[in-house]
């Protein structure tokens, strides 16, 4: 369904309350305010198929976008709320989007994002206005709350950046419908972690992300309600729980870690009885901290593995788990390959590149056909994967056991070393540098830069601290090291290609796995 069906059934039940505030959307309410901004997006000259950008933090008005343009044939785009303008501005121009929907709180990138994006012709600014942006509040207020003559339904396409250069578009094609119809993958998400009408889904993650933002669109195209946190906070999320008979959350291992560092007595403190369903993916969870989890939340841990590509997707409820520990699942969407450098499928229990098989190519990248090639098993081009090396049990069970782009995933957030390796070798003093993944107790990995300096430059905390200055003046602040080494030299082949397995290897105490 979509807000068009639940604004006539169920008008007054909230479909959004912000956890802080308390502040309520309705049903009703949503239909109403993302059709009227459906009508104001089409006199502004966009037609089915055109792109959107969305640039904004957690906030109410985020759903009341994504629904205009699903309603309406739109391809949206949700820009990282952490980017500067230069990186934000790329990827809205990288997008064609036509229009940009953004917020007062983000004004300063906003601003300096716009000559970078010459062809959004539609600006608008939530919570005040500034130069080049029209008041989101009063041009909805202008616009018609009568639904679109026609509502082919819209997509997404989000970004995930490649293991070098610029961040990717990812399209994933599918055959036209219409709004009406229904959003596909609520069904899918309904029927595997068993959403309804009576679903109270918390959200404490950014909304820009693929999984937040899907299962909260899921939730209330099935009728549900979604709690969602500005940010996240383990003792505000225990109390939303409480305080809003959360039925059904998700989660990324970093904040099972804080919650579980809480003193004994906030742990206990809340009626989390409601609690019914606890999802977690986008990042390797240590063992312990999830057999802790189960032991103070009971067996409703669920966990899946999948890419925003959505190539494929494993499952594990809570008994697959507890019956094989640390699996990501067996698959329920995809077949599932693992195979050698060479495409080949290697046998049961032996590690290689994880592919799924799809009957259709599940995805391209946009504008990037050498990226899409390269996701592609060289023996079976319908047998994609992301890069992930793990391996398969007599069970079928998938477990990961390494990255092969050596991506850092930081508190369940992406970070690729290429970009923070290329602003770093820009220093006047470095010779050479890898940025690289070491263990964190609470990140799960954290950034670390090694870097072989110039001839004659002295190393030591006071170029540490100005080659982390550095990249914080350049990049945003979570992609930026928190800590840099320093050696003589860089394990680099006569090819020149850099062994980074070598030094990986001495942070991670040559363990049988990279993911902890």
Not at 178 to 192: E, K, Q, V
Not at 377 to 387: A, G, Q, S, V
Not at 393 to 418: C, K, W
Not at 434 to 458: F, N, S, T, W
């Amino acid at each position: 369904m979509y807000p068009g069906h639940w604004g006539r059934v169920t008008p007054d039940k909230p479909a959004i309350i912000d956890a802080g505030s308390g502040e309520a959307v309705t049903h009703g309410e949503l239909d109403e305010r993302s059709t009227r901004l459906a009508r104001l997006l089409q006199a502004g000259g966009l037609r089915p198929g055109d792109h959107i950008a969305l640039f904004m933090e957690n906030h109410p008005r985020y759903f009341e976008v994504v629904w205009a343009a699903l309603r309406s044939g739109l391809v949206l785009t949700t820009v990282n709320r952490y980017l500067t303008a230069e990186e934000a501005g790329y990827i809205v121009d990288n997008s064609n989007s036509k229009a940009l929907v953004t917020s007062r709180k983000l004004v300063e990138a906003a601003a300096g994002l716009l000559p970078l994006a010459p062809n959004c012709g539609l600006n608008l600014m939530v919570d005040g206005a500034a130069d080049g942006f029209e008041p989101y509040e009063e041009a909805l207020a202008t616009s018609s709350a009568e639904p679109l003559d026609d509502e082919p339904l819209g997509d997404f396409m989000l970004y995930s950046s490649g293991t070098t250069g610029r961040p990717k578009g990812i399209h994933r094609p599918r055959p036209p419908s219409r709004a009406a119809d229904g959003f596909p993958l609520a069904s899918a998400i309904g029927g595997l972690f068993r959403f309804d009408d009576q679903t109270v889904y918390l959200s404490p993650a950014p909304l820009y992300h693929s999984a937040p933002l899907a299962f909260s669109i899921c939730t209330q195209a099935l009728g549900g309600t979604v709690v969602m946190m500005r940010s996240f906070d383990p003792v505000e999320a225990l109390a939303a729980i409480e305080r809003h008979r959360v039925t059904h959350s998700q989660w990324v291992p970093t904040m099972f870690t804080r919650m579980l560092k809480l003193p004994e007595e906030q742990r206990t403190g809340y009626d989390l009885s409601s609690h019914r369903v606890a999802i977690h993916a986008a990042a390797p969870c240590p063992r312990p901290i999830k057999e802790a989890m189960f032991e103070w939340w009971g067996p409703i841990i669920h966990e899946y593995y999948a890419g925003t590509e959505l190539n494929g997707l494993t499952y594990a409820g809570p008994q697959d788990w507890l019956a094989h520990p640390g699996t990501v699942g067996r698959p329920v969407m995809g077949v599932l390959h693992i195979c050698d450098e060479e495409g080949d499928e290697v046998p049961v229990g032996d590690v290689g590149i994880v592919y799924f098989e799809q009957p259709v190519p599940p995805f391209e990248y946009h504008k990037d056909p050498e990226q899409t090639k390269s996701s592609q098993n060289p023996r079976h081009p319908l047998w994609t994967t992301l890069n992930d090396v793990g391996r398969v049990d007599e069970d079928g069970f998938l477990y990961l056991t390494d990255r092969a782009t050596f991506m850092i995933i930081s508190g369940g957030v992406n970070i690729y070393p290429q970009e923070i390796e290329d602003c770093l070798v820009m220093h006047p003093a470095v010779e050479d540098v890898a940025v690289i993944g070491v263990p964190d107790d609470d990140l799960g990995e954290e950034v670390k830069a090694v870097v072989q300096a110039r001839p004659g430059v002295e190393t030591g905390p006071d170029l540490e601290k100005e080659l982390i200055g550095w990249a914080r003046e350049r990049l945003s602040h979570f992609k930026c090291p928190r800590s840099v080494d320093f050696e003589e030299q860089l394990p680099r082949l006569p090819t020149g290609k850099l062994y980074k397995r070598l030094l990986r290897d001495r942070y991670w105490g040559q363990r049988d796995t990279s993911i902890v």
